[in-house]
């Protein structure tokens, strides 16, 4: 089994990020210099409001995505979407209206930047190909009605089973989820020699094995990036955190702003990853990823 870098590519930001843009970017950096990558991206999260066209593709595969994996499916021609990406997570946008008429827009304001105040759908696969759909009923009673009416219509052609958002949160960090992702990225990097695995949100990483089996993380911000080496130190921050602070300790921030980059990258705007890719050739070859013979 050939013995793989793993970079690990984590959000500053809850939302807008471009970690998808960057990875997408760097799975090509790394193909030009004759790697055989690959890229996983183990939980992904999406509006459906700004996600139009991965709605009606859902509907017509009958399977959840999301606009990362479309992205990967269209510039690096990945298959087995729900390989590449076993928990699919999407959102739908809160009614305002439902907390104006409460004097409660203050709560509209912060339950709009809370990812489990607006799940709606997820999807679970297995590298065995199980899929199963879920839905939230709890959260379709806060949006909109024609909005409702729109994420009621995709669960039916999922098939979706109804499900709460504690049980689904319990799962995310449960032994099974874990487990369901070891096993898919075990499956999917086989043959290659850097795997490229993109967290979502703002998490540092997706689950605990990516992050203790990573060799670097890439922090990604609008323009800039950073690259830390993990390490021990890193993951002693980590342990320190869960401690005292809890699951707040595996967002990107809490580590970015006790741990130092080994290095800072700014980006200029990019028209296409391959434009991007040029950008980031030279981070590749700080890491350690050279040009092969």
């Not at 958002?165 to 499956?187: D, T």
Request: negative net charge; glycine residues 4%.
């Amino acid at each position: 089994m050939v013995n793989a870098m793993r970079i690990l590519v984590a959000g500053l930001n809850v939302f807008d990020s471009g970690k998808t843009w960057v990875s997408i970017a760097m799975y090509k950096a790394a193909l030009a210099r004759g790697f055989r990558p690959s890229i996983y991206k183990p939980v992904a999260s999406f509006n459906l409001w700004f996600g139009y066209g991965t709605y009606m593709e859902s509907m017509k595969r009958k399977l959840l995505l999301s606009n990362d994996v479309l992205l990967y499916e269209n510039y690096l021609k990945v298959t087995d979407l729900s390989m590449v990406n076993p928990i699919s997570i999407a959102l739908a946008p809160l009614d305002p209206d439902k907390y104006r008429i409460q004097r409660a827009i203050e709560s509209y304001h912060r339950d709009s930047q809370d990812l489990f105040q607006q799940i709606v759908l997820s999807r679970v696969s297995t590298c065995n190909g199980k899929t199963v759909h879920y839905v939230f009923p709890e959260n379709l009673g806060k949006l909109s009605t024609i909005m409702e009416s729109r994420v009621r219509e995709l669960s039916l052609a999922l098939g979706s089973t109804p499900s709460n958002i504690e049980e689904f949160k319990a799962f995310l960090v449960s032994v099974s989820s874990e487990e369901v992702l070891m096993k898919c990225e075990e499956k999917l990097s086989e043959g290659s020699d850097l795997v490229i695995i993109e967290s979502f949100s703002d998490s540092l990483a997706p689950y605990g094995k990516s992050l203790l089996e990573s060799d670097y993380i890439v922090v990604v911000s609008p323009s800039v990036l950073y690259i830390l080496k993990n390490n021990d130190s890193l993951l002693n921050i980590i342990e320190n955190g869960l401690n005292t602070v809890g699951i707040e300790a595996l967002r990107t921030y809490y580590v970015l702003q006790r741990v130092e980059p080994i290095n800072k990258i700014e980006i200029d705007m990019a028209p296409s990853p391959e434009s991007l890719a040029q950008q980031l050739d030279h981070a590749l070859h700080g890491l350690g990823i050279k040009k092969s013979s």
